[in-house]
């Protein structure tokens, strides 16, 4: 039987199947083949087959036995366990929540997210609109959407431009990520008038308490939405720095000029993104964002180097390659 992951605490995995049941369910064996080497081999929105293996009528039981291939998927690299995390999976749509104050407005986090998505397009939603952005905020937060990103400004408080929102979510199966205590949890119960739990916010440092603390999936009229659980900080995958580069519109758009094929924009010579720059024509802090994620990438170089094509060319490419060296790169103390 095949089933969709609903929800997932300490390895027993909430399972939908199409006939509406919901099974608890365990992993068949140690592992799945598909997730060798996987922080966490099913997430919330994953396609899995299952069996059922007892329970009663009201609390059917089963296990796992395959998972489907994923496609979309968000996930960050996860430092302690030195290994890529999903956080969800199979969403068309991935709401980068952020927030005016508390915590603060972090573009950098925000281009972070959308770094980690595969597969999906991202909209970015900014909460607490009940409080202003300063001018500075207002026009970093207004160049996503002229780079083509779907953005609306909210709030869960007053319930300002819920509606507008609401709509804009009709049709999909949105995963809601973000900071801690940006306010996804609040904004899912203003929407779907549910009650997941909702965190103080933590005074001394601004910020929110990791309030939810695992991901779960809901039905809405018309739509499903994925709370997850924030992070404080995020770093991108261990993956292909080219993916990197492509999350970010402008540079994906002027790639095709760079001197050498691969150009990862950093000090290759003839590179049309650090023209751009030059010219005031690339926002020179999305720069400085990208430069942090492709550095701290680097520094986990022996891990993702070996199966990385960064020091490849795309096949066919007439163009030249070029290799870097560390050095070119800044350290990635903060975001
Ligand atoms: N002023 C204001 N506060 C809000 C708004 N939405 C949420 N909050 C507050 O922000 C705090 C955090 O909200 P949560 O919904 O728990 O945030 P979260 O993003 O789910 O946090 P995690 O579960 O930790 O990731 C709560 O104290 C909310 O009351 C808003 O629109 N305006
Ligand atoms: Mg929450
Ligand atoms: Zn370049």
Not at 215 to 238: K, N, Q
Not at 300 to 325: D, E
Request: aromatic content about 6%; charged content about 25%; some cysteine.
């Amino acid at each position: 039987m095949e089933g969709t992951v609903l929800r997932s605490i300490n390895n027993i995995y909430s399972v939908r199947t199409d006939d509406g049941k919901v099974y608890s369910c365990r992993i068949k064996g140690k592992q799945l083949s598909l997730s060798k080497g996987e922080y966490n081999p099913i997430v919330v929105g994953d396609i899995v087959e299952i069996t059922p293996s007892g329970g009663t009528e009201d609390k059917p039981e089963a296990l796992v036995i395959s998972r489907h291939e994923r496609s979309s998927a968000f996930s960050r690299w996860n430092d302690k366990r030195d290994m890529n995390q999903t956080i969800c999976a199979n969403m068309d749509l991935l709401v980068c929540v952020c927030s005016v104050e508390s915590p603060p407005f972090r573009p950098r986090f925000i281009d972070r997210v959308i770094a980690c998505c595969r597969g999906v397009q991202v909209m970015i939603v900014l909460n607490k609109c009940d409080i202003l952005l300063t001018e500075d905020e207002l026009e970093r937060y207004s160049l996503y959407k002229k780079l083509g990103y779907q953005t609306v400004s909210v709030s869960a408080e007053t319930g300002e431009k819920i509606d507008a929102f609401v709509k804009l979510l009709e049709g999909h199966v949105a995963a809601f990520v973000g900071q801690s205590g940006v306010g996804k949890s609040s904004l899912i119960n203003r929407i779907l008038g549910t009650s997941q739990r909702v965190g103080e916010l933590n005074a001394k440092y601004n910020r929110g308490n990791h309030t939810t603390n695992h991901a779960i999936m809901l039905d809405g009229p018309g739509f499903t939405l994925i709370d997850t659980p924030g992070f404080r900080e995020i770093s991108v995958p261990h993956d292909d720095p080219h993916l990197v580069a492509q999350a970010f519109p402008e540079f994906a758009k002027a790639a095709p000029k760079c001197e050498y094929d691969g150009c990862l924009h950093i000090s290759e010579p003839g590179c049309e993104v650090r023209r751009l720059l030059e010219k005031g024509r690339i926002n020179a802090d999305r720069y400085e964002s990208y430069v942090r994620m492709i550095a701290s990438m680097e520094e986990r170089l022996p891990v993702w180097g070996r199966n990385s094509s960064r020091a490849s060319s795309p096949s066919g490419s007439q163009k030249g390659s070029y290799n870097r060296n560390r050095s070119d790169l800044c350290s990635d103390e903060q975001l």
